[in-house]
């Protein structure tokens, strides 16, 4: 003990004293926070850090620096997780002039103003499945989303539609996205004209031009995808339907101030969750449509996918 006490420059009697010493004000508070941490990380699945671990304990009306609370989790070995996505570069279309990026000098103000797009995918048993999904830029909101076999306008079309049938949004709405052909088919432009919404495209090389999906499906694939193996589609389908719900409810988002996107929305009527389930006409296509917000469907004067029923 005289030696270990050398080494670290302190006396016997100074160590001695410190074993009896009763343990600080300060120290049970830290202890007490650590267990509230511990708590918040869990029931966030590993996903928060600091910023919205601290945001949250402020939320429960515990005041607390952002520094106290990234200490107490390098403590706990507490790590949010985190991936970094490689995304092939799609082979670019020629998207036509008619169609410049409407984002550029733009930025949403109220819910209904620009809507974004995109498409990833999700390995199941070794095949991939693509996920369609469309997003509110103003309130981060995921409107609707839908999963496929096959990547074509068939996919983009049906989100579209579920996004249009819950929303209802009036003309002159900007639909952005990537110059995918999901996106540039004439069916697809078609229909876009047909609701009066404008398309955006992002710029030729500039994937950053549609930063909100790009996020979007970066969060996607680090707290729900990253590390997780799914034996069935039922199964992916299952998680996909949960993780949306808790994105749209539950998760603070750090661009909304720590709010979670359906308190970027409260003026908005009603509070309910619904799904649309429908099929779109094409081949080995049979998918099921789901909206990911929490007001029904208003009644009268909807717009729905071909085929598509409410659900009972």
């Known amino acids: 003990m005289t030696r270990l006490c050398a080494v670290y420059g302190v006396t016997r009697a100074g160590y001695y004293a410190w074993r009896q010493r009763p343990e600080s004000a300060h120290a049970a508070q830290d202890r007490e926070l650590q267990r509230r941490i511990q708590r918040l990380f869990q029931q966030h699945r590993g996903t928060y850090g600091s910023p919205r671990i601290q945001r949250a304990l402020r939320a429960e009306g515990c005041a607390v620096s952002r520094r106290r609370v990234a200490r107490l989790m390098r403590t706990a070995g507490l790590r949010a997780r985190v991936v970094q996505i490689y995304r092939a570069n799609p082979r670019l279309h020629r998207f036509y002039g008619q169609h410049p990026n409407r ?186 449509v789901r909206l990911c917000t929490s007001e029904p469907v208003p009644q009268g004067g909807a717009l729905a996918p071909a085929g598509a029923r409410p659900a009972a």
């Open 103 to 288: 984002l550029w000098t733009r930025v949403a103000t109220r819910p209904n103003q620009i809507w974004v797009g995109d498409i990833t995918y999700v390995s199941v048993v070794g095949r991939w499945r693509f996920l369609a999904v469309v997003l509110d830029q103003y309130s981060r909101r995921v409107l609707a989303w839908t999963l496929g076999r096959t990547r074509d306008a068939h996919l983009t079309r049906a989100v579209l539609d579920a996004a249009v049938r819950r929303r209802r949004p009036r003309a002159g709405l900007v639909f952005h996205s990537d110059r995918g052909s999901e996106y540039a088919a004439q069916a697809f432009r078609d229909r876009l004209r047909a609701l009066g919404i404008r398309q955006s495209a992002t710029r030729v090389g500039t994937p950053g031009d549609n930063a909100h999906m790009e996020s979007f499906f970066h969060s996607l694939k680090a707290e729900l995808v990253h590390g997780a193996r799914f034996a069935t589609e039922r199964r992916l389908r299952l998680a996909l339907r949960r993780y949306f719900r808790y994105y749209n409810h539950g998760r603070l988002h750090s661009a909304l101030g720590y709010r979670a996107p359906v308190d970027m929305s409260r003026e908005l009527p009603n509070n309910a969750c619904l799904r649309v389930r429908g099929k779109i006409p094409g081949p080995a296509f049979s998918e099921r």
